[in-house]
């Protein structure tokens, strides 16, 4: 069976087709038929979206936004933001999130400067992961602020990250202003952990400027033991030999605090740096010996000390314990 052409597809077809978009069963049937009946279809369409009530499930809404953007009715998408207004409901509120991230992406298949601004402007007002994509597509350093603001966002961060990669320069010279306070976002990065966080690991990404260093060093003085590694991990690319004890000894200061992960991350660190390694493996040993301290196998610190200190020649007879195999069995 064939379908009508668009001329011969009645009204109340049409109503149906629109009524269907909040089935289970036939919705994306429904959606397909609307987009295949063509232009006639729009009004319809955009009346359903643009009049209609947000609600706590978005699909049915999303096939509206998806079947106005196969049709090419850019302007009722762009009506769609202008006029959106968030729910003071929460779940109403998430849903149409959903909503507002489709309507996004729909967009990014006109790459004008008027869908641009408007893209933006919704991003600024409540980010979310489809936002975020499309102002991707655009690759425009104007949308860098957002994009490092969605950092603190645990819904968005990997779409942003994502998003700052495809602009490494923009990406760096942006986190150089955070970082020396040049900037009017730079409070909210030095209080907001995990913005703080998720920016120096996209920076030892990205490979940070040697300029920006001085104001990197002090986050190694930072408590979330992420952030030190991606700081160590900076200094330690940059080719910084000065600092390397300093480097060393803050991975050290936070290593009884790591998950497996960053102890592997740490090891590897470390590993590429044998001989400043063992002199602070060394000097930790024979404060550990000293105070009579007892290994623990479960702390990752004992762990890491450990590892270096067993086929280290130099270790001091004090602090034997951290490589006593008769203890680590008897534990």
């Known amino acids: ?49 643009l009049q209609g009530s947000a609600r706590t499930v978005a699909l049915p809404r999303c096939r509206a936004v998806h ?14 933001f202008r006029q959106h207004r968030h729910s003071e409901d929460a779940a109403v509120l998430l849903a149409e999130d959903a909503v507002r991230s489709a309507a996004a ?17 919704a991003a600024r007002d409540r980010i979310t ?48 202003l955070l970082l020396r306070g040049a900037h009017p976002d730079s409070h909210r990065f030095t209080t907001s952990l995990r913005e703080r966080r998720s920016v120096l690991q996209l920076l030892r990404e990205l490979g940070a400027d040697a300029e920006d260093w001085p ?26 030999m000065e600092d390397y004890g300093r480097l060393i000894d803050a991975l050290f200061r936070v290593s009884a605090h790591l998950n497996w992960v960053q102890e592997d991350d740490v090891v590897r ?14 000097r930790l040993c024979d404060v550990a010996a000293n105070r009579v301290d007892q290994p623990n196998w479960l702390s990752p610190q004992w762990r890491i000390l450990r590892h270096f200190s067993m086929n280290n020649p130099g270790a001091t007879s004090k602090a034997q314990p951290v490589g006593n195999s008769r203890q680590d069995g008897d534990r």
């Open 1 to 49: 069976m064939t379908d009508a052409p668009p001329s011969l597809i009645p009204t109340p077809e049409i109503e149906s087709l629109i009524s269907a978009l909040e089935s289970l069963v036939d919705g994306e049937a429904a959606a397909e038929r609307l987009i295949a009946i063509g232009p006639r279809a729009i009004p319809w369409l955009a009346r359903f979206l």
């Open 105 to 121: 992406e729909e967009l990014t298949k006109v790459r004008s400067d008027e869908v641009y601004e408007v893209l933006l402007d």
């Open 129 to 176: 992961g489809g936002l975020i994509r499309a102002l991707s597509e655009f690759r425009r350093s104007k949308s860098i602020p957002v994009l490092f603001a969605a950092l603190d966002d645990d819904l968005c961060r990997e779409d942003a990250r994502a998003a700052l990669r495809i602009m490494p320069a923009d990406s760096r010279s942006f986190a150089g």
């Open 67 to 80: 079947a106005l953007g196969e049709l090419g009715a850019q302007n009722a998408l762009l009506a769609y």
């Open 269 to 282: 660190m470390l590993e590429l740096h044998p001989e400043p390694t063992r002199a602070a493996v060394r």
């Open 215 to 240: 104001a990197l060093r002090e986050y190694l003085q930072d408590p979330d033991p992420d952030s030190v590694i991606a700081v160590a991990g900076i200094g330690f690319a940059l080719g910084r």
